[in-house]
């Protein structure tokens, strides 16, 4: 368990320490993510997401996506979604988009420490005063959980968004938490993310809460 607590606050350090007060500002992310199993390898997975400007304040946009996740095996598995989302920016311009989207996702466990390499690539049409346009994008994330108890445990990703055309770079997202795990089927999480865009870089406080349910219909033999 010190070893978990040394890296979470080194992490935390190396983040805090890279801030430039003149262009972050901080704002928060709400997430509610349910993962609703309908057969052995087939789930629903649901999202639901408040972001603030700041903190608990001035809300940016709101996220709703719904998919189908399929395993494979137990290391791989493949889905797809929908993603709609609708933002209001500080000067008050009003952008919807739609957003489906395809993935991969690559799992493996050395000792304690669970590794997961997550591939999307999602088709974007954005609105904005009325004007749609389409764009492809990329994302790759690099996801890291270790415990440092029976409930606790650390949660670290990386994850870089890439446009399909001319201006390559969207955003990088670096995050460090902490999680507490109720029971197996339900999950608060607490994090900082650092989100850079190309041109700004925000500092977020993460708050999720992740839960399980099986809608398998269970038959009584008896």
């Not at 795990?181 to 850079?196: A, D, L, Q, S, T």
Request: hydrophobic residues 35%; glycine residues 6%.
């Amino acid at each position: 368990m010190k070893r978990g607590l040394l890296l979470l606050s080194l992490l935390f350090s190396s983040l805090l320490s890279s801030q430039n007060t003149t262009e972050d500002k901080w704002g928060t992310w709400i997430m509610l993510y349910g993962d609703n199993k309908i057969s052995e390898n087939l789930d629903i997975v649901t999202e639901f997401r408040l972001h603030h400007y700041e903190i608990f304040d001035v809300l940016d946009n709101q996220f709703y996506k719904i998919g189908l996740g399929y395993h494979l095996t137990p290391n791989i598995s493949v889905g797809a979604g929908y993603v709609h989302h609708y933002s209001e920016t500080r000067t008050n311009i009003s952008v919807s988009e739609n957003r489906p989207y395809e993935e991969i996702c690559l799992k493996r466990k050395i000792k304690k420490l669970s590794i997961s390499h997550r591939y999307r690539i999602e088709h974007r049409w954005i609105n904005k005063d009325g004007i749609t346009d389409f764009v492809n994008r990329m994302r790759y994330r690099l996801l890291l959980i270790h415990p440092i108890s029976d409930k606790f445990y650390i949660k670290v990703f990386d994850e870089i968004f890439l446009d399909i055309h001319e201006d390559v770079f969207n955003q990088n997202r670096l995050h460090t938490g902490i999680g507490y795990r109720i029971n197996p089927n339900f999950k608060i999480e607490v994090g900082y993310i650092k989100n850079h865009l190309a041109n700004r870089a925000d500092d977020i406080l993460r708050i999720g809460v992740l839960f399980k349910t099986d809608l398998r219909q269970k038959t009584n033999m008896e």
